[in-house]
Every structure is written in C-alpha cells, then in structure tokens.
C-alpha cells in the first residue's frame, strides 16, 4: 500500500527541511554565536574568575569619553586622564586640549580646563602629592608633501654681555645674501653674552650666547626655499642691538617636519583639581621622562625640541620648592621616553626600553647612570638587543630585591619586528647581568604591566606589528610571579590595546586599563584605525576568593593619610591582624608611551599589636622617594586589603645632585 503523508506531516518536512538550507547558509553565524555564548558564559563562572580574574567596561558618559594618552593615580584616589589634543590634529588646531578626572569609586567624572597640549609630556609625582607634568605639543609632525612654506631651524646669537633679548613670535629674519625672509614661530629668549676676565691679564672676553627658534617662509612656494647657509638680519632691533643680535640658519626648506615640544610645566594640584603654572624647561620638549629623585627633586631627560629634534643630551633638574628648573652640568644622551628608575646610591637605572625618537646605534645600550658624576656602566646580557624599543620596564616587587624585568618590544621606529623576550637583571650581582625568564604570551610591542600588591605582575594586550597593523592586536594577559619565575594564564582583555595605551593599579586592588591608537582598523591596511576611548576594569584572582578581605584602617581616623618619616613607624587599626602574612608600600602609578617609571612595591616591617599592626618604613631615600603611597595588607592566601595612604616627607639624609644655571 503507497505511503500518504498527512497534512501536518508535511508541513513539518518542509519546516525541518527550511531550518536546514538556512541552517547551511548560516552556519558560520550559528557556529560563532554559540561559541560567543559559551565564552560569555565560562568567563563569567565563579571558579573561572578565581583562577583568570575578570574584566569590565567602565560606564563612561559621552561628554567625558576623550582619547586618553596619560593617566596618573592621585593621591585623592582619583585617576587623572590626560589627552591634550590627543593625537588629533583636528583638536590641535580648534586649539581643544582634554583632560578629565575619574573617581572609580563613585564612578563620576569631571573636566579639568587644560592650558596647554599636554599630549606627549612627561609627568610624575611630587613630594607633597602634586603632579608634575612638564612638555608637550608644539605643533604636530608634517610628512615632505603636506609641506606647503619653506622652513627649519634659526639659530640666533646674542653678542651684547649687558643684556638679553626677547623676540616675540612673528620676528622676520631676511638673509643678508639670499634676500628671502623667515618668521620665527615662537617668541624666544636669547640672554646676555658671557663675559670674562683673564684672572692674569685682566683681558675680558666675551662669548655669544645662541638660542634656536623654528621659522617658516612668510609665503608658500618652492621659491622660497633656500640651500646654503646665510646670515640673517632680525626686523625691529634698534642701535646696537642690530650689530649684536643676529640670526645664521642653514638649508630652509620643505623637509618632513617632526613633532616638536614646549617648555611650559604645570603642577597639578589633586585636591583643588587645577593646573598650576610654573617656571617653564630651559629646553622644549616633546615625549620626554620625568623621574622624582631621593631628595624629591626631579630629572627630566630627552625628548623632541622646538625644532623636532631629540634633545642634545641636556637634562634638567625641576626644584618643587623653588618651582625652578636648573641644568646636570654634563650631557648624556638619550631616546625620547627612556626607562630611568632611581635605584640605591642615587643612581639611574635605565633599562634601554624607550618609546620612538632617536637614532638605532645612540643612548639605546642598558645601564646604571650616576647622575652626580656623569658615569655610565653598561649592562650587558640583554637579548634581542634591536628590539628594545616599545618594550615595558617594571621593578620586580618587592623593591628591595633591586630586581627589574624587560618584557616585549619592537624595532626602531615602524620596523615590524618585535619580541616575546622577557628579560631580568639583578642589580645587587657584583656584575649585574640581563637573563632571560620565561617568554611572554606573544611577540609584543606596546604591553601594560602593572605590579599587584601580592608581589605579581600584570601584563596585558600589545600588538605584535607596529601600532596594530595588519589586525595584530593581542587579546591576551598573564601574571607573573618573580618569586618562582612562574607565569599564570590571565582573563582575555575585552578589546585591543598597542600604542597610546597602558594600566595603572587602584586603591581597591583592581587595574584600570586604558587607551590604543592603531594605524589601521583592517588587516588589509587599507581603512584608518580609531582611537579607542573605552576604560576596562580587571578585577584580578585575589578579589574573587572566597572571605572577606583583610581590614587595614589609618589609626587617625580623619581620611588625611598619616606622615611617616624614613625609617619611622605607623600604626593601622586592623580586626584580622592574625591573618596579616606581608605589609606592602606601594607608589601610585604614573603611565604613558609603555613607561611608569612610578610604580614600585615595597616591603614593610611590621608587628602585631593589640589593636592591628604597627610597620616600620625603610630608611634609604633612594628606595623610598618622597610622595605619597598606599599601604597594603595581604594575608597568606594573596588576599590584599584596600589601601590606606600615607605621605612620606623628603628625608634629611637624601642625596642633592650639582646643578648649574649654565646649559652643558
């Protein structure tokens, strides 16, 4: 008998037979949905984010989302965020500078008037808790074509040992032999020539003293252009001051023109939530480091001048009680954004990790600097020595070890090579040598490392090309523990972060991750890459153990942080006392362009007392610099408390470095 199927039958087939052709029409969107689904799933299990941590996104209101470049950690617990233009030439020229202050506790944000284009500064943190932020943008890089009037370097001399001179910006200088006429950029300061008496002859000499400003053609026009080097009248001087002061400039021309700096220098004052304008750098510059010494005064080396050109060695030294700025009597050279963390002696470390500007075979060897004599003792071992540029730089906690770690990097400017080395030094061997440790999780330039307060190391994201091209974003992390070399998996970053991104710890023991500024958005190279505004939390194993976490309160009670001097005690009230395995005395974070020369953990001394526990603090100044820090508990499971501040005051014992008024 012949089979009939029924009506309902049949219109099953034809449903089942539909969900299959679109089943195999989709099955790609099927497969990776479910798959998206699982993950969201597994990474959001309570035994999952024990072992990995976990991370969100930040609620960031739309008027306060901004391209951040900078971020610090005050001692208010706020994150100050910083953007200047933040590499939009767009911004640049509506004159639209950014900065905004975060409350991650509460969640709130608030707009800070920005009076420069703090993009590409350096900062770091003072004594008494403000931030120093010092540099920035002048005017933004143009490549040969997008050259439109002839331009360079004017060096202008002033003969006359009596007085300066000032020149406003738009100063002409007209070439003596070639006729043509330039205008300065910027308004300059040129003193008083230096005079001298022979102490025999009495005879006086006197020396020229020389400035440089940028200038450009007053018209566009190849015509306007110059080859050899000529002597320049300056419009406006009067008397003697025409034979006195005079300009000398080389080939002005439409040569790619980098970025290039400014002197201005600002304290950022955390509790009235301002910047403070102080005494300017001698020297312009541009992606420039900052590094707060033992007697709380700070050292700020390298960067692009106001011509585009790396400093010439020429390092200062800022006094945040004079709010002045004086000369290291020598030179040394450096690539923009070196890695120079004070260690024992008042000595540098740097590490040879930098982040762009200067040539492949200067200032790029590691090494300990004695800034009081100039001397510089390399170190070697380093391996993949060539890509050391975009690499990251920690000391290894706790701080007393003097143990530094190297992770990552890649090759000078947009080379595409790049390194998963990780390489540690220990600087108390008699002869310090680079080792390497286990290999990061990928070939990256551009990770975030972050020292925890239970002794490990955060590493997260980087790209393995420069600036992410061809989709080379990493979307991964990992935490390492210095004490048994050992490297664990960590919860995969929720989005791509390379060059103009980085991640500082918070109070609460979370890490704030933040920024990236890839080239392109396609693997092709083919559409412009966006800067990513989004703010992520990672919330790391310790927080998601079972227990409360230790109490650690200041015994004053009043919420200001109390005052520790070096080598003296504080006393913190704590009901879990007994649990209490380690102290930690950690400085906040400070970071930009792969660098946070702040970061670093402390070991405290401590005892128990009838009503928690007392610390002691150590008593070297290089280990400790002045500032503010947070206090950790942690018990013997690596569960730390929430941070107490205290304020450590400028010891008496700490070391001043000679300083000049004279430029080296």
Same mark, same amino acid.
């Given at each position: 008998?012949?089979?009939?199927?029924?009506?309902?039958?049949?219109?099953?087939?034809?449903?089942?037979?539909?969900?299959?052709?679109?089943?195999?029409?989709?099955?790609?969107?099927?497969?990776?949905?479910?798959? *998206?689904?699982?993950?969201?799933?597994?990474?959001?299990?309570?035994?999952?984010?024990?072992?990995?941590?976990?991370?969100?996104?930040?609620?960031?209101?739309?008027?306060?989302?901004?391209?951040?470049?900078?971020?610090?950690?005050?001692?208010?617990?706020?994150?100050?965020?910083?953007? $200047?233009?933040? *590499?939009?030439?767009?911004?640049?020229?509506?004159?639209?500078?950014?900065?905004?202050?975060?409350?991650?506790?509460?969640?709130?944000?608030?707009?800070?008037?920005?009076?420069?284009?703090?993009?590409?500064?350096?900062?770091?943190?003072?004594?008494?808790?403000?931030?120093?932020?010092?540099?920035?943008?002048?005017?933004?890089?143009?490549?040969?074509?997008?050259?439109?009037?002839?331009?360079?370097?004017?060096?202008?001399?002033?003969?006359?040992?009596?007085?300066?001179?000032?020149?406003?910006?738009?100063?002409?200088?007209?070439?003596?032999?070639?006729?043509?006429?330039?205008?300065?950029?910027?308004?300059?300061?040129?003193?008083?020539?230096?005079?001298?008496?022979?102490?025999?002859?009495?005879?006086?000499?006197?020396?020229?003293?020389?400035?440089?400003?940028?200038?450009?053609?007053?018209?566009?026009?190849?015509?306007?252009?110059?080859?050899?080097?000529?002597?320049?009248?300056?419009?406006?001087?009067?008397?003697?001051?025409?034979?006195?002061?005079? $300009?000398?400039?080389?080939?002005?021309?439409?040569?790619?023109?980098?970025?290039?700096?400014?002197?201005?220098?600002?304290?950022?004052?955390?509790?009235?939530?301002?910047?403070?304008?102080?005494?300017?750098?001698?020297?312009?510059?541009?992606?420039?480091?900052?590094?707060?010494?033992?007697?709380?005064?700070?050292?700020?080396?390298?960067?692009? +001048?106001?011509?585009?050109?790396?400093?010439?060695?020429?390092?200062?030294?800022?006094?945040?009680?004079?709010?002045?700025?004086?000369?290291?009597?020598?030179?040394?050279?450096?690539?923009?954004?070196?890695?120079?963390?004070?260690?024992?002696?008042?000595?540098?470390?740097?590490?040879?990790?930098?982040?762009?500007?200067?040539?492949?075979?200067?200032?790029?060897?590691?090494?300990?600097?004695?800034?009081?004599?100039?001397?510089?003792?390399?170190?070697?071992?380093?391996?993949?020595?060539?890509?050391?540029?975009?690499?990251?730089?920690?000391?290894?906690?706790?701080?007393?070890?003097?143990?530094?770690?190297?992770?990552?990097?890649?090759?000078?400017?947009?080379?595409?090579?790049?390194?998963?080395?990780?390489?540690?030094?220990?600087?108390?061997?008699?002869?310090?040598?680079?080792?390497?440790?286990?290999?990061?999780?990928?070939?990256?330039?551009?990770?975030?490392?972050?020292?925890?307060?239970?002794?490990?190391?955060?590493?997260?994201?980087?790209?393995?090309?420069?600036?992410?091209?061809?989709?080379?974003?990493?979307?991964?992390?990992? %935490?390492?523990?210095?004490?048994?070399?050992?490297?664990?998996?960590?919860?995969?970053?929720?989005?791509?972060?390379?060059?103009?991104?980085?991640?500082?710890?918070?109070?609460?023991?979370?890490?704030?991750?933040?920024?990236?500024?890839?080239?392109?958005?396609?693997?092709?190279?083919?559409?412009?890459?966006?800067?990513?505004?989004?703010?992520?939390?990672?919330?790391?194993?310790?927080?998601?153990?079972?227990? +409360?976490?230790?109490?650690?309160?200041?015994?004053?009670?009043?919420?200001?942080?109390?005052?520790?001097?070096? $080598?003296?005690?504080?006393?913190?009230?704590?009901?879990?006392?007994?649990?209490?395995?380690?102290?930690?005395? %950690?400085?906040?974070?400070?970071?930009?362009?792969?660098?946070?020369?702040?970061?670093?953990?402390?070991?405290?001394?401590?005892?128990?007392?009838?009503?928690?526990?007392?610390?002691?603090?150590?008593?070297?100044?290089?280990?400790?610099?002045?500032?503010?820090?947070?206090? *950790?508990?942690?018990?013997?499971?690596?569960?730390?408390?929430?941070?107490?501040?205290?304020?450590?005051?400028?010891?008496?014992?700490?070391?001043?470095?000679?300083?000049?008024?004279?430029?080296?």
């Amino acid at each position: 008998m012949k089979f009939h199927p029924s009506r309902r039958v049949r219109r099953l087939s034809i449903g089942a037979a539909a969900v299959l052709v679109l089943a195999g029409f989709n099955g790609p969107a099927l497969y990776t949905f479910a798959s *998206n689904q699982y993950h969201d799933y597994k990474i959001n299990r309570p035994e999952y984010k024990a072992k990995h941590g976990h991370w969100k996104v930040v609620d960031v209101p739309e008027k306060y989302r901004i391209n951040t470049i900078h971020a610090a950690l005050l001692h208010t617990g706020k994150v100050l965020l910083v953007a $200047g233009s933040g *590499n939009d030439a767009k911004m640049f020229d509506a004159k639209t500078f950014r900065t905004v202050l975060w409350d991650p506790e509460k969640n709130t944000f608030k707009n800070i008037p920005t009076p420069k284009d703090l993009f590409c500064a350096g900062h770091t943190q003072l004594p008494d808790g403000k931030l120093l932020v010092a540099g920035g943008t002048q005017r933004y890089e143009k490549l040969g074509g997008d050259v439109k009037k002839a331009g360079g370097l004017m060096i202008v001399s002033n003969e006359n040992p009596d007085r300066a001179k000032t020149l406003p910006a738009g100063t002409r200088f007209t070439g003596k032999k070639n006729g043509k006429t330039f205008v300065s950029q910027d308004s300059l300061l040129v003193p008083r020539a230096k005079k001298k008496a022979d102490p025999v002859t009495g005879e006086v000499t006197v020396t020229a003293t020389q400035k440089r400003v940028y200038v450009e053609a007053v018209k566009e026009g190849k015509r306007y252009q110059t080859g050899t080097e000529d002597n320049y009248a300056i419009s406006g001087l009067k008397g003697a001051d025409r034979r006195n002061i005079y $300009g000398v400039a080389q080939k002005l021309s439409f040569d790619k023109k980098d970025f290039q700096g400014i002197k201005d220098t600002f304290e950022f004052d955390p509790v009235a939530e301002r910047y403070i304008t102080v005494d300017p750098m001698d020297e312009a510059r541009w992606y420039p480091t900052l590094t707060t010494l033992e007697d709380g005064k700070v050292l700020s080396v390298s960067g692009l +001048d106001e011509i585009g050109q790396v400093v010439p060695g020429k390092n200062e030294i800022y006094d945040p009680r004079t709010k002045k700025w004086s000369f290291l009597p020598r030179t040394r050279f450096f690539p923009t954004y070196p890695a120079l963390f004070l260690t024992e002696n008042n000595r540098i470390f740097y590490s040879g990790s930098n982040a762009g500007y200067g040539p492949a075979d200067k200032g790029r060897a590691p090494g300990l600097w004695d800034i009081a004599t100039n001397r510089f003792r390399k170190i070697p071992g380093m391996s993949d020595p060539d890509v050391l540029e975009t690499s990251m730089t920690v000391p290894l906690p706790p701080a007393q070890d003097q143990k530094y770690m190297v992770v990552g990097g890649g090759g000078v400017g947009e080379d595409a090579k790049s390194t998963a080395k990780r390489r540690l030094v220990n600087l108390r061997d008699d002869n310090p040598r680079f080792r390497d440790g286990p290999d990061l999780y990928e070939k990256a330039r551009y990770p975030s490392s972050v020292i925890l307060p239970d002794d490990t190391v955060l590493t997260t994201n980087g790209s393995g090309d420069y600036r992410g091209r061809s989709a080379s974003n990493i979307l991964k992390a990992e %935490i390492y523990d210095p004490k048994s070399n050992d490297v664990k998996s960590a919860a995969d970053p929720l989005v791509g972060r390379n060059y103009h991104s980085g991640g500082l710890l918070l109070p609460d023991g979370r890490v704030m991750t933040f920024g990236s500024d890839s080239l392109f958005s396609d693997k092709d190279n083919t559409k412009p890459g966006e800067f990513q505004q989004q703010i992520d939390l990672y919330t790391p194993p310790y927080l998601h153990q079972d227990g +409360d976490r230790p109490q650690l309160l200041d015994s004053r009670g009043d919420g200001k942080g109390q005052t520790v001097r070096l $080598g003296g005690t504080a006393r913190f009230q704590s009901k879990d006392a007994a649990r209490i395995k380690k102290m930690r005395l %950690i400085r906040p974070g400070s970071f930009t362009h792969v660098t946070n020369i702040e970061q670093r953990s402390i070991a405290l001394d401590f005892r128990r007392t009838a009503d928690g526990v007392s610390v002691t603090l150590p008593k070297d100044p290089s280990l400790v610099p002045p500032g503010w820090y947070m206090v *950790n508990a942690v018990d013997k499971d690596g569960l730390p408390s929430e941070a107490t501040w205290v304020k450590v005051p400028v010891s008496p014992t700490a070391k001043a470095v000679p300083t000049t008024t004279e430029s080296p």
